[in-house]
């Protein structure tokens, strides 16, 4: 009886030994932590608040209303560069145009690599080619190069004028009986079928829709607790990811099937699949092996075009939307360059998209003016030095900042202009150290001629086919972080073009 009762006791005690233990571990380490940032601070003269919450830093303050946290943190500082503390992690915010590109050309294991999400890697893959670098990522990145061809774009131009067409009619058949639409919605399902379409169209077939459930499901998890237990989010991310590589693995094997026999390319798959084989069979010509030929890795590529493709795509489509209906002035005179290059809605054509010099300009304005990816958050792997002054430490964060490079040098850049991009004033071409909306460097986005083409094929069509009309709220000029920016909402009412316009 006393030796149990001497027992609990001394299992009270040794219980309350490992708190009290923790505790004191936890306190030292927070303690150690501020520390370090109040150092560092210190040290490198870098404004930026002095103290922050224990852990948790500004984080709140910055999910709370981001655009306005990274707006005074951008003012703290007109050298461009400043300092902050987030979830534990020193961290710099770079909004200078040429220390943004000194850290994107700076891309390797010992330097900057991309930080996407705490879960990216279990959500995307471990292979994914934004955690790639050095030689094998150049490798792979130069059999892009088939993909966005003269010809090759005007393959998919005929895809996404057909995936086009067909959601404009059903905005307008859809308004019929409800409206407005929240746009941003309507946006991702039309980006999401445009990519599968052009990406990899005859190998998705029927499975079209279970293979959206499967997509969304992955995007879920992006925007949840990263959590990896049976039922969390990203749980089933995981395994929804698996699915989707498996029947994309499958449009590997037919693709290359279809193309060994002589096949004419019919979409970005197929032009890949082409190339690809070109390079095994050279390789092998020289005894080498080309290391991202498997159908195995070639589906979890891919997997990561898709994924690169949809955020900011639909983002972008989203302001294109709101930014005609807010200034119709410039929609008039896209629709008088349609009238006058397809006088009777000629199907669209490379050539066409080419001649399309003022739309192409809006496009162009619109991808400064609201640069979907706003930052492009980097770890840093090393001690790296950025300025004279300054050292990046470490295992912190970088954000460079695309918005501030996108504003810096443009006069008047916080007005919508797309004048600017005409060919006498040329702003995209003397300012393109800037113009940083798809990235530079060694990373810098594969897509964009397409993302562009897309956008272009996007405002002829929409400013032909339809009339539309936003309805305004408090909050229509407010912008959202999802984490690509957005309009906080774009509510839309489509009416068909009547036939004696
Ligand atoms: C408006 C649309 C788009 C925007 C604003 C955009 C922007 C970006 C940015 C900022 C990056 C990172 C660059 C860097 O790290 O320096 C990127 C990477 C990438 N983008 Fe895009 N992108 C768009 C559309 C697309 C599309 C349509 C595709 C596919 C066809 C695509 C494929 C990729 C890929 C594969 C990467 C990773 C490249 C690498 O890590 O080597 N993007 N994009
Ligand atoms: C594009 O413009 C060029 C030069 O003005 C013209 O020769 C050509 O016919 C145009 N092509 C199309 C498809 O409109
Ligand atoms: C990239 O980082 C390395 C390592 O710190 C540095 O020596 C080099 O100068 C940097 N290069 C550029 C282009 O900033
Ligand atoms: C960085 O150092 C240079 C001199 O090396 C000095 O002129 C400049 O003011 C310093 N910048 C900051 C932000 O302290």
Redesign the pocket.
């Known amino acids: 009886m006393q030796l149990t009762e001497f027992d609990s006791f001394n299992k009270f005690l040794s219980g309350n030994l490992v708190f009290l233990g923790v505790s004191i571990a936890l306190v030292c380490y927070l303690l150690f932590e501020q520390l370090r940032y109040f150092w560092w601070k210190r040290s490198s003269k870098l404004p930026g608040p002095s103290f922050t919450l224990p852990f948790l830093g500004s984080i709140i303050e910055m999910v709370k209303n981001p655009y306005e946290f990274w707006e005074k943190q951008r003012l703290l500082d007109p050298q461009g560069v400043s300092a902050n503390f987030l979830v534990g992690r020193i961290t710099l915010f770079v909004t200078d145009s040429a220390l943004v590109r000194a850290i ?1 050309n700076n891309n390797s294991a010992k330097t900057f690599l ?1 930080a996407l999400h705490p879960s990216a890697r279990l959500i995307l893959g471990k292979n994914n ?2 955690f790639m670098h050095g030689p094998e ?1 150049k490798e792979l ?1 130069k059999s892009f190069l088939a993909l966005f061809t003269r010809k090759a774009l005007g393959v998919y131009l005929t895809l996404q004028e057909t995936t086009i067409k067909s959601h404009l009619q059903r905005w307008i058949e859809l308004c019929k009986e409800k409206s407005p639409l929240e746009m941003s919605f309507f946006c991702r399902d039309l980006n999401l079928e445009t990519s599968q379409y052009v990406f990899a169209g005859p190998y998705i077939g029927e499975r079209r829709d279970e293979f959206c459930s499967w997509y969304i499901t992955v995007t879920k998890a992006f925007i949840s607790a990263p959590v990896f237990f049976p039922g969390t989010n990203l749980w089933k991310a995981y395994f929804a990811r698996k699915k989707i590589v498996a029947l994309l693995e499958n449009a590997v094997i037919q693709s290359k099937r279809y193309m060994a026999d002589g096949g004419s390319p019919r979409c970005l798959l197929d032009f890949w699949t082409q190339r690809v084989l070109e390079e095994v069979e050279e390789a092998a010509q020289q005894g080498r092996s080309v290391s991202y030929a498997n159908n195995r890795k070639m589906a979890e590529t891919m997997m ?2 898709l994924f ?2 949809q955020d ?2 639909t983002a ?1 489509l989203t302001w294109t939307l709101a930014l005609m209906a807010d200034h119709p002035d410039i929609l008039k005179r896209v629709q008088e360059e349609q009238k006058r290059l397809r006088p009777n809605n000629e199907p669209l054509s490379f050539e066409l998209v080419e001649n399309m010099t003022f739309t192409r300009q809006v496009v162009k304005e619109i ?1 400064r003016y609201r ?3 706003v930052m ?1 958050p980097q770890n840093a792997m090393g001690d790296v030095p950025l300025t004279d002054n300054v050292t990046v430490p470490k295992g912190s964060f970088v954000m460079p900042s ?1 918005w501030s490079c996108c504003m810096q040098g443009f006069p008047e850049a916080y007005k919508f202009d797309p004048d600017r991009m005409s060919p006498e004033r040329q702003e995209d071409i003397k300012y393109r150290q800037n113009f940083l ?12 001629e ?2 562009i083409n ?1 956008l272009i094929a996007f405002l002829a069509l929409v400013s032909t086919e339809c009339q539309f009309e936003r309805y305004r709220t408090k909050k229509s000029d407010d912008i959202i972080y999802l984490p690509t920016i957005y309009p906080a909402d774009c509510l839309m009412k489509f009416v068909k073009v009547s036939a004696c316009q």
Request: charged residues 10%; contains cysteine.
């Open positions: 994107l991309l080619i934004a990522h990145r990561d075009f690169a493709s900011a795509s972008s991808l640069p979907p990816a492009v695309i909306t798809f990235g530079i460097g060694p990373h810098v986005c594969v897509g964009r397409y993302a897309n």
